[in-house]
């Protein structure tokens, strides 16, 4: 089984910052299909359901502001928002979608200052 | 639009079974897989499995022996069904389309005598 760690449970921020998420998986994420890493950020907002923001690493989901940028290669993602707005507010969760069974990791919980 | 809404029945006793019903709406269950996934109190999400648009499954190998998905296309309905059911399988337990781009509320399980 593929496991998904992410190392810091919460983080507290500015609006305006910059903030950075780990997921470091305990294999290789990258699919030979396409030479790409089956490594997907979700965010989980209080009170709703979770939504994707970046599939394959780097790829934003239709409708999600720039500012959230996913990067990473082999065993080590991050995902980044370039500058935190009070919207952010959620649990950040990474999963893999490589092998079954599919894992996510634990998430990290933004929170405002 | 896109919906899906479990229900269950929210308490059961140690070794029995359980069934949950996912009703989705704004897609067809025959042109995407639905996946469970469940969360315990205080614990990340873990994947149970998937049923794919064409009928076929894949199970968390931990929990295969006790599960079982199925779907009524004509109903828009998925079915998890899991049997000897012990304490560490209370959870709130989702649904989740194809590529987790929509989520069900969720619905409570406890098991407890």
């Known amino acids: 089984e593929i496991v998904l760690t992410q190392s810091i449970p919460s983080l507290t921020v500015s609006a305006g910052e910059r903030v950075t998420i780990s997921c470091k998986s305990n294999q290789n994420l990258l699919w030979s299909g396409n030479q790409r890493y089956c490594l997907v950020w979700h965010q989980w907002k209080p009170g709703q359901t979770p939504t994707p923001l970046i599939t394959w690493t780097s790829d934003r989901y239709s409708g999600v502001p720039d500012r959230f940028i996913g990067s990473g290669s082999v065993t080590d993602f991050t995902l980044t928002i370039s500058s935190v707005q009070a919207e952010d507010v959620a649990v950040y969760f990474c999963q893999q979608h490589l092998h079954i069974p599919l894992t996510f990791g634990a998430g990290t919980k933004l929170e405002l200052k | 639009q896109v919906q899906l809404k479990e229900s269950g029945p929210g308490l059961v006793a140690p070794s029995q079974s359980l069934s949950i019903t996912c009703t989705v709406s704004?897609?067809?269950?025959?042109?995407?897989?639905v996946h469970w996934v469940r969360q315990p109190p205080g614990k990340g999400l873990e994947w149970l499995g998937v049923i794919w648009a064409g009928g076929s499954t894949n199970y968390n190998s931990a929990l295969m022996s006790r599960l079982s998905i199925s779907k009524d296309n004509s109903k828009s309905q998925v079915f998890l069904k899991m049997n000897s059911l012990q304490t560490d399988d209370t959870a709130m337990y989702y649904c989740?389309?194809?590529?987790?781009?929509?989520w069900g509320q969720g619905t409570t399980l406890t098991v407890s005598s």
């Open positions: 989740a389309r194809y590529d987790f781009d929509y």
């Open positions: 704004g897609f067809s269950l025959t042109s995407y897989g």
